[in-house]
């Protein structure tokens, strides 16, 4: 076996790949080192690869793994790892960031494949991170992870549940912080955008030690970022709404509207004879009466249709029809991009016992204050008012009738601003030790604690149980502007505080080494066992808990569950030195697991590495994965979601949707498939190609259906329930009320399954010319499925679709990266594409849709590193140095646009200084 691999230079050139597209980096050096030196190949193949427990020198592995290098992430100006992850071509579907103002809780998450965060795997030096944010958070918050403190980070593109258990089925990402620092080094950083908001500031130093019996690392990182408003910025000054049919567009918003909005009863009069007080036809009231449609069945007609019930709305003092012109633009009240201050602490320490035995540890602490703004609350009466003219607003005689049962919403200007704000405490500690037997097999236990504790506040709401108590007892007139001003709302605004937390508790030892030679190699293994425990509760605002405020109640989470989970993995030589078959390694592990909550199974993985030619190898894997519910999905109560949808039964683009746990869920299963190529040709220096296809199917999938599927699967155009005898809509319970706000139930289940797959493809070229070093690198996925099924097995189709709740599937996304280096300075572009695609909002008729797609998006950015001396460093960038704007599609999600997938704050500046010695 030669000391430098085929494996290797491929890890190595993809390293370069993987880490050049994923972001604008100056100067990236794996190792600092050049591509053709030995020390750097030797450097490389000492590295242990994510996905496998075995200490090898070679590291070859049948997975594909990018790697990030620090210098990678500095040069890109992220303050917070979710910067780099999130622009990787493998990311996808939905994933929290500064950007996202409505629902984010200043959380920020990964999400490889699309297949959502809780199905990415966050490990911290190869072990799991708490799951951290805000409320009874089940997946991590990369906000957490101090990104000073980062060596390099390793992305897993292939299911490793074997390996790591529960939640590695779309892959893992392994975040390597300093270890074995010595000297000192600050950093300090500013951005801004070129609409000169959403600044950011950010200053950390590292300190480390390392004497006879081992090492110290301290690092420290403080980061405050500024708001942005939507109001500043053309796309997303006001809502755009389309008129119907999509032919026109027009600045909307909601029909909660200021100075109120009053919804007539059309049905005033009318006693329905039918069964449970029915209307049947005959029924007669003051506007219309029931007559026979062409179903035979019963339908309201008016006696004049220009004598209709009450639409009007209150805005500027004086009641009035209601038109689009008294929509509220709550975007002028929104955050585009929301502001934090982020406090990370961290150490890393090793001592050793002895000559065989180390002592380890690990601490990380963050302290995270954000916050979000939205516009003033939107408030409805769930139970009709009835007009009564002799203690109501007199002003309504004449467009409604006496005893009328009033639907009414309003926007509660007067009171201000919903503010949102969370502080969040998240504490981790590891400590072990770890040894290596006179036979050379290693050994390592450890104790890995974790602590995540949140409380979260939303100022300006208001009790409208109280409210409604007091309209009943003719306290409180609602048609009335006055009422809702002053020291007569006053004592019905309140603030709503909750709790959330989530705790983690794992004890694991492992062993390692090699078991004997064969005719092709060494046979290795590793075996371990875990102990796992994990709970997490969230306490909500004692009025939201009681239903008293206007959103629906908000019930309260609380549970935990342990597992026992014991683990082989073995590296299989099987043949070396032939024709066509230089090495071919085989891979296997197998993981047993019982869970408190669901009992045992177990999931195994099979990998195949076929070094062919020194220039060719074929690498490829099969596993089953599975994830478990979390304390989350299995004790969430259930709470409200107000989702973006479109449906011709109502001008309103929000649902209420009620979500929340299942105690009945069981752990989805996965069935996963990689094969890929890797060729580095001799006659071409520094060149590398990798293609890996994937496709994962994933059984008993845990999900919520997309909330504008269910409203157009059950409801019609009228407004009347469709489908009903489908699992779908029985479950869903839908409903639309006389104000147009269409409602329905979307907790979570074991829906039917998810399937994916697709290609990576990775071109790496590291060469010389003009007296200076290049890197190039072109990092492509191509989608090829992405399919969901519902309860009764009906596919939902997601491939080349933007949604609005739920991310985008792009068919193609290509990063591209090329940096020149020279003595003292590197400069660094990159270029990133995202395909067109459709709004899944317009699937079934793109033609009622003004913007039934997006068209292809690029962004461009530039970066640049200068040593002005061996100790001091200056660097800075452009990012979107075109000021590409989101698009606008049907259907949208925020901000009219997506802001999961397209940058919505333009081009941005920043610079740093770093003194290191």
């Given at each position: 076996?030669?000391?430098?691999?085929?494996?290797?230079?491929?890890?190595?050139?993809?390293?370069?790949?993987?880490?050049?597209?994923?972001?604008?980096?100056?100067?990236?050096?794996?190792?600092?080192?050049?591509?053709?030196?030995?020390?750097?190949?030797?450097?490389?193949?000492?590295?242990?690869?994510?996905?496998?427990?075995?200490?090898?020198?070679?590291?070859?592995?049948?997975?594909?793994?990018?790697?990030?290098?620090?210098?990678?992430?500095?040069?890109?100006g992220a303050t917070s790892i979710d910067d780099v992850l999130q622009k990787m071509t493998a990311s996808g579907g939905a994933m929290t960031n500064a950007a996202v103002n409505n629902g984010s809780g200043g959380n920020a998450r990964v999400n490889l494949r699309g297949l959502g965060s809780n199905r990415t795997l966050v490990l911290v030096n190869g072990r799991r991170m708490i799951a951290s944010g805000t409320g009874a958070a089940s997946s991590v918050d990369l906000n957490t992870i101090p990104v000073s403190m980062i060596q390099r980070v390793e992305v897993l593109k292939d299911g490793a549940s074997a390996v790591y258990g529960t939640d590695a089925i779309a892959g893992v990402?392994?975040?390597?912080?300093?270890?074995?620092?010595?000297?000192?080094?600050?950093?300090?950083?500013?951005?801004?955008?070129?609409?000169?908001?959403?600044?950011?500031?950010?200053?950390?130093?590292?300190?480390?030690?390392?004497?006879?019996?081992?090492?110290?690392?301290?690092?420290?990182?403080?980061?405050?970022?500024?708001?942005?408003?939507?109001?500043?910025?053309?796309?997303?000054?006001?809502?755009?709404?389309?008129?119907?049919?999509?032919?026109?567009?027009?600045?909307?918003?909601?029909?909660?509207?200021?100075?109120?909005?009053?919804?007539?009863?059309?049905?005033?009069?009318?006693?329905?004879?039918?069964?449970?007080?029915?209307?049947?036809?005959?029924?007669?009231?003051?506007?219309?009466?029931?007559?026979a449609g062409d179903d035979g069945k019963a339908k309201f007609a008016y006696f004049d249709p220009n004598k209709t019930e009450a639409d009007l709305s209150g805005r500027g003092g004086e009641y009035h029809d209601f038109t689009n012109e008294d929509k509220y633009n709550y975007s002028k009240d929104s955050y585009l991009s929301t502001p934090m201050e982020r406090l990370n602490l961290s150490f890393s320490g090793t001592y050793e016992l002895s000559d065989s035995i180390m002592f380890f540890s690990e601490a990380m602490y963050s302290k995270r204050w954000s916050e979000q703004q939205m516009a003033p609350q939107p408030i409805w009466n769930s139970t009709a008012w009835a007009y009564?003219?002799?203690?109501?607003?007199?002003?309504?005689?004449?467009?409604?009738?006496?005893?009328?049962?009033?639907?009414?919403?309003?926007?509660?200007?007067?009171?201000?601003?919903?503010?949102?704000?969370?502080?969040?405490?998240?504490?981790?500690?590891?400590?072990?030790?770890?040894?290596?037997?006179?036979?050379?097999?290693?050994?390592?236990?450890?104790?890995?604690?974790?602590?995540?504790?949140?409380?979260?506040?939303?100022?300006?709401?208001?009790?409208?149980?109280?409210?409604?108590?007091?309209?009943?007892?003719?306290?409180?007139?609602?048609?009335?502007?006055?009422?809702?001003?002053?020291?007569?709302?006053?004592?019905?605004?309140?603030?709503?505080?909750?709790?959330?937390?989530?705790?983690?508790?794992?004890?694991?030892?492992?062993?390692?080494?090699?078991?004997?030679?064969?005719?092709?190699?060494?046979?290795?293994?590793?075996?371990?066992?875990?102990?796992?425990?994990?709970?997490?509760?969230?306490?909500?605002?004692?009025?939201?808990?009681?239903?008293?405020?206007?959103?629906?109640?908000?019930?309260?989470?609380?549970?935990?569950?342990?597992?026992?989970?014991?683990?082989?993995?073995?590296?299989?030589?099987?043949?070396?030195?032939?024709?066509?078959?230089?090495?071919?390694?085989?891979?296997?592990?197998?993981?047993?697991?019982?869970?408190?909550?669901?009992?045992?199974?177990?999931?195994?993985?099979?990998?195949?590495?076929?070094?062919?030619?020194?220039?060719?190898?074929?690498?490829?894997?099969?596993?089953?994965?599975?994830?478990?519910?979390?304390?989350?999905?299995?004790?969430?109560?259930?709470?409200?979601?107000?989702?973006?949808?479109?449906?011709?039964?109502?001008?309103?683009?929000?649902?209420?949707?009620?979500?929340?746990?299942?105690?009945?869920?069981?752990?989805?299963?996965?069935?996963?498939?990689?094969?890929?190529?890797?060729?580095?040709?001799?006659?071409?220096?520094?060149?590398?190609?990798?293609?890996?296809?994937?496709?994962?199917?994933?059984?008993?999938?845990?999900?919520?259906?997309?909330?504008?599927?269910?409203?157009?699967?059950?409801?019609?155009?009228?407004?009347?329930?469709?489908?009903?005898?489908?699992?779908?809509?029985?479950?869903?319970?839908?409903?639309?009320?006389?104000?147009?706000?269409?409602?329905?139930?979307?907790?979570?289940?074991?829906?039917?399954?998810?399937?994916?797959?697709?290609?990576?493809?990775?071109?790496?070229?590291?060469?010389?010319?003009?007296?200076?070093?290049?890197?190039?690198?072109?990092?492509?996925?191509?989608?090829?499925?992405?399919?969901?099924?519902?309860?009764?097995?009906?596919?939902?189709?997601?491939?080349?679709?933007?949604?609005?709740?739920?991310?985008?599937?792009?068919?193609?996304?290509?990063?591209?990266?090329?940096?020149?280096?020279?003595?003292?300075?590197?400069?660094?572009?990159?270029?990133?594409?995202?395909?067109?695609?459709?709004?899944?909002?317009?699937?079934?008729?793109?033609?009622?849709?003004?913007?039934?797609?997006?068209?292809?998006?690029?962004?461009?950015?530039?970066?640049?590193?200068?040593?002005?001396?061996?100790?001091?460093?200056?660097?800075?960038?452009?990012?979107?140095?075109?000021?590409?704007?989101?698009?606008?599609?049907?259907?949208?999600?925020?901000?009219?646009?997506?802001?999961?997938?397209?940058?919505?704050?333009?081009?941005?500046?920043?610079?740093?200084?770093?003194?290191?010695?």
């Amino acid at each position: 076996m030669s000391s430098v691999s085929l494996t290797a230079k491929a890890i190595r050139s993809s390293f370069i790949a993987a880490a050049a597209t994923s972001v604008a980096l100056s100067g990236f050096v794996y190792a600092e080192e050049s591509a053709a030196g030995s020390n750097a190949e030797e450097s490389v193949e000492r590295i242990q690869v994510t996905g496998s427990r075995i200490k090898r020198a070679d590291m070859e592995t049948s997975s594909p793994v990018s790697v990030i290098d620090a210098s990678a992430i500095m040069a890109s100006g992220a303050t917070s790892i979710d910067d780099v992850l999130q622009k990787m071509t493998a990311s996808g579907g939905a994933m929290t960031n500064a950007a996202v103002n409505n629902g984010s809780g200043g959380n920020a998450r990964v999400n490889l494949r699309g297949l959502g965060s809780n199905r990415t795997l966050v490990l911290v030096n190869g072990r799991r991170m708490i799951a951290s944010g805000t409320g009874a958070a089940s997946s991590v918050d990369l906000n957490t992870i101090p990104v000073s403190m980062i060596q390099r980070v390793e992305v897993l593109k292939d299911g490793a549940s074997a390996v790591y258990g529960t939640d590695a089925i779309a892959g893992v990402v392994n975040v390597i912080l300093k270890r074995d620092f010595e000297g000192f080094e600050m950093n300090v950083q500013t951005g801004m955008s070129g609409h000169g908001d959403a600044d950011e500031t950010s200053v950390d130093f590292t300190v480390g030690n390392t004497f006879d019996k081992g090492n110290v690392v301290i690092n420290a990182q403080f980061t405050k970022r500024g708001d942005a408003s939507q109001a500043d910025r053309d796309f997303s000054e006001c809502p755009i709404a389309e008129t119907s049919g999509g032919s026109e567009l027009y600045c909307g918003g909601s029909s909660y509207s200021e100075g109120g909005h009053i919804w007539g009863d059309k049905n005033h009069g009318i006693v329905g004879s039918g069964e449970d007080g029915a209307y049947e036809i005959g029924d007669s009231g003051y506007y219309g009466h029931y007559i026979a449609g062409d179903d035979g069945k019963a339908k309201f007609a008016y006696f004049d249709p220009n004598k209709t019930e009450a639409d009007l709305s209150g805005r500027g003092g004086e009641y009035h029809d209601f038109t689009n012109e008294d929509k509220y633009n709550y975007s002028k009240d929104s955050y585009l991009s929301t502001p934090m201050e982020r406090l990370n602490l961290s150490f890393s320490g090793t001592y050793e016992l002895s000559d065989s035995i180390m002592f380890f540890s690990e601490a990380m602490y963050s302290k995270r204050w954000s916050e979000q703004q939205m516009a003033p609350q939107p408030i409805w009466n769930s139970t009709a008012w009835a007009y009564d003219s002799s203690w109501m607003n007199k002003e309504l005689v004449g467009h409604v009738q006496e005893g009328e049962k009033l639907n009414y919403g309003r926007r509660v200007v007067e009171s201000g601003t919903r503010d949102f704000s969370q502080v969040v405490d998240t504490v981790r500690v590891v400590v072990g030790l770890e040894g290596e037997f006179e036979n050379g097999w290693t050994w390592d236990a450890s104790y890995n604690k974790g602590k995540n504790d949140s409380v979260d506040t939303l100022a300006n709401l208001h009790n409208l149980g109280s409210i409604n108590d007091a309209v009943l007892a003719q306290e409180f007139d609602p048609f009335t502007q006055s009422s809702w001003e002053g020291e007569s709302i006053a004592p019905y605004i309140y603030t709503e505080i909750n709790a959330g937390g989530s705790e983690l508790d794992i004890m694991a030892a492992t062993l390692s080494g090699e078991i004997m030679e064969l005719p092709a190699g060494v046979l290795g293994f590793a075996a371990g066992y875990e102990f796992r425990k994990e709970s997490a509760y969230y306490t909500p605002d004692s009025l939201t808990s009681q239903g008293l405020a206007n959103d629906p109640r908000v019930e309260a989470t609380a549970g935990s569950f342990d597992v026992n989970e014991a683990y082989a993995e073995l590296a299989i030589p099987l043949l070396s030195d032939l024709p066509l078959a230089q090495q071919v390694d085989l891979s296997a592990a197998i993981r047993y697991f019982d869970y408190s909550t669901f009992g045992s199974d177990n999931t195994w993985k099979l990998g195949l590495t076929w070094r062919m030619t020194d220039d060719l190898m074929v690498r490829g894997g099969m596993s089953t994965a599975f994830r478990a519910p979390t304390v989350s999905e299995l004790y969430g109560g259930k709470s409200p979601s107000f989702d973006q949808i479109v449906h011709p039964a109502t001008d309103q683009t929000q649902a209420e949707v009620t979500v929340g746990g299942n105690p009945n869920l069981t752990p989805e299963e996965a069935d996963i498939t990689t094969l890929g190529l890797v060729y580095s040709p001799s006659f071409v220096e520094g060149l590398s190609f990798t293609v890996d296809y994937y496709d994962i199917e994933i059984s008993n999938t845990i999900t919520k259906v997309s909330s504008n599927y269910i409203a157009n699967q059950c409801l019609d155009a009228g407004g009347n329930k469709i489908n009903t005898g489908t699992a779908l809509c029985q479950s869903s319970n839908i409903e639309i009320d006389g104000t147009g706000r269409i409602s329905f139930d979307n907790g979570l289940q074991n829906v039917g399954q998810t399937n994916t797959s697709g290609y990576d493809i990775n071109v790496a070229y590291v060469f010389e010319g003009l007296g200076l070093d290049w890197r190039a690198g072109l990092d492509t996925s191509l989608l090829n499925e992405y399919e969901e099924f519902d309860q009764d097995g009906n596919k939902v189709d997601y491939r080349g679709y933007i949604t609005g709740g739920v991310g985008a599937y792009a068919k193609l996304k290509t990063n591209f990266n090329l940096t020149a280096t020279g003595r003292d300075w590197s400069a660094t572009y990159e270029a990133r594409y995202i395909d067109g695609m459709d709004s899944f909002a317009c699937k079934d008729d793109p033609s009622k849709c003004y913007a039934p797609s997006v068209d292809t998006v690029m962004y461009h950015d530039l970066s640049a590193t200068y040593d002005v001396t061996e100790t001091v460093r200056l660097s800075g960038g452009v990012n979107n140095l075109f000021d590409e704007q989101p698009p606008y599609y049907t259907g949208n999600n925020d901000s009219n646009t997506d802001p999961y997938t397209y940058d919505v704050l333009g081009r941005y500046f920043f610079v740093r200084a770093s003194v290191k010695f």
